[in-house]
């Protein structure tokens, strides 16, 4: 069984940047759909980014509300998913998911439906 562990986590100032990294103990490949899932405190775990595989080419799909702020990536050879989080506010605070699922074209709406978790790393953003 692939094991994620991420990684990356801090805490940094309003307007600043974090780089999140997704390490997977085994090939990714069979894993079409990678996301993020954030969880503040007190509240439901959300999903932040995702990127599928679509048409042979990888999709992806980010929350309004991280729009134009924070980037996901993937590097298939090192396998391992990356989430750059830019302009970041204390509304971004929370603890940050990696999440696997063996969908194509898409990803899983309900993140109970994801396959694979990491264990979080807590961002926190102080105004």
């Known amino acids: 069984q692939v094991q994620l562990v991420e990684s990356g986590g801090g805490s940094v100032h309003t307007g600043g940047s974090l780089r999140l990294s997704c390490a997977a103990s085994?090939?990714?490949?069979?894993?079409?759909?990678m996301a993020w899932f954030r969880q503040p405190p007190g509240r439901e775990r959300e999903a932040v980014a995702r990127i599928y595989l679509y048409e042979g080419v990888f999709g992806t799909w980010y929350a309004d509300s991280v729009k134009d702020r924070f980037t996901i990536s993937r590097d298939n050879a090192e396998n391992t998913v990356y989430l750059q989080m830019d302009s970041l506010t204390p509304a971004d605070t929370a603890v940050y998911y990696c999440?696997?699922?063996?969908?194509?074209?898409?990803?899983?709406?309900?993140?109970?439906?994801?396959?694979?978790w990491g264990q979080g790393t807590q961002v926190t953003v102080a105004s």
């Open positions: 999440a696997g699922d063996f969908a194509e074209e898409t990803c899983p709406q309900d993140h109970t439906d994801f396959q694979l």
């Open positions: 085994g090939n990714l490949d069979d894993y079409k759909c």
